[in-house]
């Protein structure tokens, strides 16, 4: 049996009568809305506009109270009561409104404030993010990554050799990383480039990784190489900062720099166009060290590099 | 004897998962196999019948699992060695519930997970209907079939029931009170009717609650739509009472937004119900062209569907014809022959 057809004529009928008026939309939205005066409110639906709007529609108090009954008496007793309490009802409906709007409105502007904060930082996404980040990938792409010679990993080692406790290594070579375990350090690597494969790595963001870190449970930080040579003053400052806040008082802050004015005077043209950062000169460390609350430093140029050992107070 | 297990989150006596269980397993020991029942969740009436999940033995036996939620259970049907059945009931979305309930959504998102991962391990699976077996065709299972639930639809008994000539307009729906199955529609549709055609149509929803705050909005809505002497929610009937009210009723009316098959369709067309429906899901599958199939479910529309059928006896009655051919489809012989044949060709014969 097939009732396609007839369902096709209830489907044209009612269309004609919403065409010609005698069906109306308003009624069936009326509807929906009335239902969802009483279902729970969910941003993830809605969003927070929804919520809102759904809040002021439930604070509009209609004073048509339902009078429909299965018998005609009580529906006139019911009409009788309703016209005469209309004025108390209305009354107080226009309080419970007013409430509501009440509520809503700095809903709504905190609403607006917040749209406005996020199409700032969308637009800031868009216009720095991408753009530092592509640069920063190109450069580290097409520049080879300083190959400093043993003197200078020996240095380092040697500053952190004495070292009892975990130390941190970021941004350094695998053979620097070796040269650090070797001399008896219980140190571990945080390398985001997924090149080190013969120590015990963390492959994430060096920044990430110590803004998860505890205060003080570090005897020493070592902070190496292009991660801190070619990293703008924001981002070198943050991980400088995080870096000295984990460092026990007595523990060793570790830098290992590309001595600045052999390294401008070395550079490529991709390096000085896009990256960041160059080198700091040791003023510069002594300075931003001082400032971070290092009780000394020393600064010594090592085989072309700078290798800085701060001790944190 | 072939040992099979079968296994399933809540075993109940009156759910269409819970009676299809109880019947694969009556079929099971009819063919000669040492078949046994397990549930996460035991419905006092079945403890006698069902043992707990945790009891299954570690063993290389059969196991025909009946996945409808995500739980322990379907972790347990991960763990078996080999010989797997998965039978897929269908898991509501999210989207529809998610408003409804906080914590129903985990179980949702980890039966999902759950289907996903078991494409690989599943030797046979069988869904209640082509809409179920679409699903998980679409994850890459092999060897899936479709055998409607298992079930008599001839098994609801009832007292003569009558009601005078020229009463109103009574209609019916039969399912638990949830959101997907979209009771507060109906209500606005009885809304509309009653303003346009029958001033006197009734709705009886038969179901029982399992969103307490969805159960909460449809009586407020009731209430707020002047509608309390006309929308009558029964609860925990027996089936004797459930038979009546398909007996008492003059129309089914469906406008659920998901069934994963939806047995009280076939109920109401072997109990002489003509059916309107929304066509959503596995709904247009079971019913076929036995009733009034509607594209839409806007409240107009269905209470113009509705009115077309209460005056029209002629299409009343062909209607009438035609699900109780459409509800003969899914006897429990015909479902039961097609399990045999499914089960001899993949677990073999009982030894």
């Known amino acids: 049996m097939d009732f396609s057809g007839i369902v096709d004529e209830i489907i044209t009928e009612a269309q004609r009568r919403r065409d010609s008026g005698e069906y109306s939309l308003d009624t069936l939205e009326h509807l929906d809305a009335e239902f969802d005066r009483f279902a729970p409110l969910t941003y993830r639906r809605t969003g927070i506009d929804g919520a809102i709007r759904a809040v002021e529609s439930a604070a509009f108090i209609s004073v048509e109270v339902p009078t429909a009954a299965s018998r005609r008496p009580f529906a006139l007793l019911k009409e009788a009561i309703k016209r005469a309490t209309a004025w108390y009802h209305l009354h107080i409906a226009r309080q419970v409104t007013t409430l509501g709007i009440q509520i809503t409105r700095p809903l709504r502007m905190l609403h607006e404030s917040q749209q406005a904060l996020e199409a700032r930082i969308a637009e800031l996404e868009t216009v720095s993010g991408p753009t530092s980040t592509m640069a920063a990938t190109i450069a580290h792409k097409t520049v080879p990554r300083p190959t400093l010679g043993e003197e200078p990993t020996r240095a380092m080692s040697e500053a952190m050799s004495s070292a009892e406790g975990r130390v941190l290594l970021v941004g350094v070579s695998e053979d620097q990383a070796i040269a650090v375990l070797d001399s008896g350090v219980n140190a571990y690597v945080v390398d985001p480039f997924d090149d080190i494969h013969r120590a015990e790595v963390r492959h994430e963001s060096p920044i990430a990784h110590l803004r998860v870190i505890a205060d003080d449970v570090l005897v020493g930080v070592v902070l190496a190489n292009d991660l801190v040579d070619s990293s703008s003053v924001v981002d070198r400052m943050s991980l400088l900062r995080e870096a000295v806040r984990c460092i026990a008082p007595g523990g060793r802050l570790t830098v290992l720099s590309a001595e600045p004015i052999r390294w401008r005077s070395t550079a490529d043209a991709v390096s000085s166009d896009l990256l960041p950062g160059t080198p700091w000169a040791p003023e510069t460390w002594r300075a931003v060290l001082d400032h971070l609350g290092s009780r000394s430093e020393t600064i010594t140029e090592v085989g072309g590099a700078l290798v800085v050992v701060a001790s944190i107070a | ?351």
């Open chain 2, 1 to 351: 004897m072939t040992v099979v297990h079968q296994f399933l989150p809540t075993l109940s006596p009156r759910d269409a998962v819970g009676n299809s269980t109880l019947e694969l397993h009556r079929l099971l020991l009819d063919m000669g196999h040492d078949a046994h029942l397990y549930a996460a969740n035991i419905h006092h009436e079945l403890m006698s019948v069902a043992r707990p999940l945790t009891e299954i033995p570690d063993d290389d036996a059969w196991c025909i699992y009946h996945h409808s939620i995500g739980g322990v259970a379907g972790d347990m049907y991960e763990s078996r060695a080999a010989n797997r059945i998965l039978v897929y009931h269908n898991i509501t979305p999210i989207e529809l519930l998610e408003r409804w309930s906080a914590d129903v959504g985990a179980e949702i998102t980890l039966g999902r997970d759950q289907l996903k991962r078991y494409a690989a391990l599943t030797d046979l699976t069988v869904c209640d209907s082509d809409f179920n077996r679409h699903e998980v065709d679409l994850l890459d299972y092999r060897n899936t079939t479709t055998i409607p639930v298992l079930f008599e639809p001839g098994r609801l008994r009832h007292a003569s029931a009558t009601r005078p000539r020229g009463s109103p307009t009574r209609l019916l729906f039969v399912g638990r009170l949830a959101p997907n199955k979209a009771q507060h529609e109906l209500v606005a549709v009885l809304a509309i009717l009653r303003e346009r055609y029958d001033a006197d149509a009734e709705l009886h929803l038969v179901g029982s609650a399992t969103f307490g705050s969805y159960s909460s909005a449809i009586s407020d809505y009731i209430e707020h739509l002047g509608l309390a002497d006309a929308v009558h929610i029964h609860e925990g009937l027996s089936d004797e009472e459930l038979a009546s009210h398909y007996a008492l009723a003059d129309l089914f009316v469906c406008v659920s937004d998901h069934e994963g098959f939806c047995v009280p369709l076939i109920e109401a067309m072997h109990h002489g119900l003509p059916v309107v429906a929304f066509d959503s899901t596995a709904v247009g599958g079971t019913l076929g062209d036995a009733g009034l199939l509607l594209p839409t479910k806007a409240a107009d529309v269905v209470a113009d569907a509705i009115a077309r059928v209460a005056s029209d006896h002629d299409l009343a009655a062909r209607m009438r014809d035609a699900g109780r051919t459409r509800s003969d489809h899914f006897s429990l012989t015909n479902t039961r022959a097609a399990w045999s044949g499914a089960i001899e060709n993949t677990i073999g014969p009982a030894r």
